[in-house]
């Protein structure tokens, strides 16, 4: 059984970072792709970051050139890092997984999902 463990969470200020891990279990990262949604209170759960196993990545227009999708598969894990923070960041941010190569951008289209880690950046 596929288990997605997300941690790094945290509070930071405003232009600070933060590293976001996603620890799989059961689950095989070849002809993968690994998602990064958040989730913030009222709103809708939106794309961040995917990966393939082929490392191609997305990222929302809102994050590129300040968050950096990447995977550890030796260790089965996702890893988003995170610089310049911004308050509008603050969110709830979800792992996501998928057997498939063409990764998709909603959420409908992953069927793993971790718990969550809350990310707050105050300005």
């Known amino acids: 059984q596929v288990q997605l463990v997300e941690s790094g969470g945290g509070s930071v200020q405003a232009g600070g970072s933060l590293r976001l891990s996603c620890a799989a279990y059961?689950?095989?990262?070849?002809?993968?792709?690994m998602a990064w949604f958040r989730q913030a209170p009222g709103k809708g759960r939106e794309a961040v970051a995917n990966?393939?196993?082929?490392?191609?990545?997305y990222y929302a227009d809102s994050v590129r050139g300040r968050f950096t999708i990447s995977q550890d598969n030796a260790k089965n894990t996702l890893l988003l890092q995170m610089n310049s923070l911004k308050p509008e960041d603050t969110a709830m941010y979800y792992c996501?997984?998928?057997?498939?190569?063409?990764?998709?951008?909603?959420?409908?289209?992953?069927?793993?999902w971790g718990r969550g880690t809350q990310v707050t950046v105050s300005s």
């Open positions: 996501a997984a998928d057997y498939r190569w063409v990764c998709g951008r909603g959420p409908a289209t992953y069927v793993y």
């Open positions: 059961g689950y095989t990262p070849s002809g993968t792709c």
């Open positions: 990966i393939n196993s082929n490392g191609i990545t």
